[in-house]
C-alpha cells in the first residue's frame, strides 16, 4: 500500500495547495486578462468601490473543483482520476487587535472548513480506492483594507481502498496531517480599495512559511522564507460567470509576478463584501475554480457608516470624519465608539450627539501604505468600532501630495463648458442649453 499511498498524497498535495491558495492567490489565464483590456477605457469612468466591513457570522460557502488532466498525463502517475471536487465554507469567528508592524492593528479572525473528494473510486498505481481531503484554515485579515497577515491550515489526508466493489472506511489509510503557516510582512494587500477599473499597484514582501505535522508515508517539507514581488491591477467591472444577486457588478482583479507572468485573478463583487470567484491555473498543469454558491450575511439591525469629508485628500492636512451610527434605520445617539486612524496612531473614543453622529478632525499624514502606486502616495483605511458589540464601520481616504488644499475647493460659477460639433466650437451657457448628440466633443475649464 505504500506507493499508492505516496501517489495519493503527491495528488491530494496539489488539491491542498490549489485550495489553499486559489482563494487568495489566484492565477488567471491570458484569454481573460486580454478580453478584460478591451474594457478599460469605458470602465474607468465607474463609481469607486470602498472597503466593505465584516461582521461576526457572515459566512460564504463555495463550491471548488480541481481538473487534473493535464498534470496527470505529463505526472507519471499510473492513475484515471481526473479531477476532485469539494466545498469550502468561508466564515468571521471574531474581532480583535493585535500588533502589525509596531502599531495597534484591528483584524478579522476567518476561520474556513473544506472538504474534497475524487467523487468515487479511482485507480492509483494499480490500487483502487477513494481519495479525500479535509482543511481546516484559520486566518487573520487586517480590518482596514482586507489585507492579509496569516493564514494557518491544517490538512488531513485519507485513502480508503476498495473491497468488494466499493470504497471502505473501516480499510482507511490516513496519509498523512499537515499544518502549514503562511505569514506575510509586510500584510499582503490583494485589493487596494478604493477598487475602480484600471487601478494597479505593486507590492514587495517577504513569505515565511513553516510546516508541521505527521506521516508514515511521505516527508513533512523543510520551511521556507521567500521575497515576492506582485502586481495587481483592476482590469474590467462586468459578471463573473457566476450568478448570484446583486453580483452582476463584479470586478475582476488580475495579478502578475515581477516576470509579467500570470499569477492570479479573483472577482471581488461589493453585494456579497467579497470574491464571488477565483481560478487557479498552475503551470505544472492543473486548474482549480471556486465559485460561491451563498453568501449568508449576518443580521445587521445596528450599523456604523464612516463618512470622509475629503476621500481624496492632500498629505498633512486635518480633515474632518464623521462616524454615523444607527439602529434599526434611526439614528443613535450617545453612543461611544472607537475612532481608529491606525497609519498615524490617532485612537480615539468618540460619542455620537442627538443626531446620531460623532465629528472626528484628524491629520492625514504623510506615510505611504504598502502598495506601490503611481496614481497616490498611500490609501489607508478609516475603521470606527464598537467593541462591546464587535460591530465594524470602514471607509477610505486616499493621500496624493500632488493635490493641494485649493483642488478641494471648486467654484461652480467659474466653470465653462465647450462644445465642439464637427468644426464649429461654442461655449454653453443658459441661452444656448447645456445640450449634446453623439459624436460632440465636451470641454470643461475648471478654475
Not at 479535509?134 to 496569516?150: F, W
Request: charge should be negative; hydrophobic fraction near 35%; include cysteine.
Amino acid at each position: 500500500m505504500n506507493t499508492p499511498l505516496r501517489k495519493s498524497f503527491l495528488l491530494a498535495s496539489i488539491v491542498i495547495f490549489s485550495s489553499f491558495s486559489g482563494l487568495f492567490f489566484e492565477i488567471g489565464t491570458d484569454e481573460l486578462r486580454n478580453d478584460s483590456l478591451k474594457w478599460n477605457g469605458e470602465a474607468k469612468t465607474s463609481s469607486l468601490v470602498d472597503v466593505p466591513s465584516w461582521k461576526i457570522n457572515d459566512i460564504w460557502n463555495y463550491n471548488g473543483n480541481l481538473d487534473l488532466v493535464n498534470y496527470v498525463a505529463s505526472s507519471g502517475i499510473n492513475t484515471n482520476l481526473q479531477s476532485m471536487s469539494g466545498t469550502l465554507q468561508k466564515t468571521v469567528t471574531d474581532i480583535n487587535t493585535m500588533t502589525v508592524d509596531n502599531k495597534s492593528t484591528l483584524v478579522y479572525n476567518i476561520q474556513s472548513h473544506g472538504e474534497y473528494d475524487s467523487g468515487g473510486a479511482i485507480s492509483l498505481e494499480g490500487t483502487n480506492g477513494c481519495l479525500f481531503v479535509t482543511m481546516d484554515t484559520e486566518e487573520i485579515i487586517r480590518v482596514s483594507d482586507l489585507a492579509t497577515i496569516e493564514q494557518e491550515a491544517t490538512f488531513d489526508l485519507v485513502f480508503d481502498p476498495v473491497l468488494f466493489g466499493s470504497c471502505r472506511t473501516f480499510l482507511r489509510q490516513n496519509v498523512a496531517e499537515l499544518i502549514v503557516l503562511n505569514e506575510y510582512s509586510p500584510p499582503l494587500e490583494s485589493y487596494d480599495f478604493p477598487l475602480y477599473v484600471g487601478d494597479n499597484w505593486d507590492e514587495d514582501f517577504t513569505q515565511e512559511t513553516s510546516y508541521s505535522g505527521s506521516s508514515d508515508y511521505v516527508t513533512i517539507p523543510s520551511d521556507t522564507v521567500d521575497s515576492n514581488s506582485t502586481n495587481w491591477e483592476v482590469m474590467s467591472q462586468g459578471f463573473s460567470g457566476v450568478g448570484y444577486s446583486g453580483c452582476i457588478p463584479s470586478y475582476n482583479i488580475s495579478s502578475t509576478n515581477s516576470d509579467g507572468e500570470d499569477t492570479g485573478y479573483k472577482w471581488f463583487c461589493p453585494a456579497i463584501r467579497g470574491d464571488i470567484k477565483t481560478e487557479t491555473i498552475e503551470g505544472i498543469g492543473f486548474t482549480a475554480i471556486h465559485s460561491l454558491s451563498s453568501y449568508n450575511a449576518a443580521n445587521r439591525p445596528k450599523q456604523i457608516d464612516v463618512e470622509v469629508e475629503f476621500p481624496l485628500s492632500p498629505i498633512d492636512m486635518d480633515i474632518s470624519a464623521w462616524v454615523n451610527v444607527s439602529q434599526g434605520g434611526n439614528p443613535l445617539s450617545n453612543q461611544n465608539v472607537e475612532f481608529r486612524y491606525e497609519i498615524g496612531g490617532n485612537i480615539q473614543t468618540v460619542t455620537t450627539a442627538a443626531n446620531g453622529s460623532a465629528h472626528v478632525i484628524f491629520n492625514t499624514g504623510h506615510a505611504a501604505d504598502d502598495s506601490i502606486t503611481t496614481n497616490d502616495l498611500g490609501s489607508h483605511g478609516i475603521v470606527a468600532w464598537i467593541p462591546s458589540e464587535n460591530l465594524i464601520g470602514v471607509a477610505t481616504v486616499t493621500i496624493d501630495p500632488d493635490i493641494h488644499e485649493i483642488d478641494l475647493i471648486a467654484h461652480t460659477d467659474g466653470v465653462t463648458v465647450e462644445r465642439t460639433r464637427g468644426i464649429r466650437t461654442v461655449s454653453l451657457n443658459d441661452d444656448i442649453g447645456f445640450n449634446a448628440i453623439p459624436g460632440d466633443i465636451l470641454t470643461f475649464s475648471i478654475p
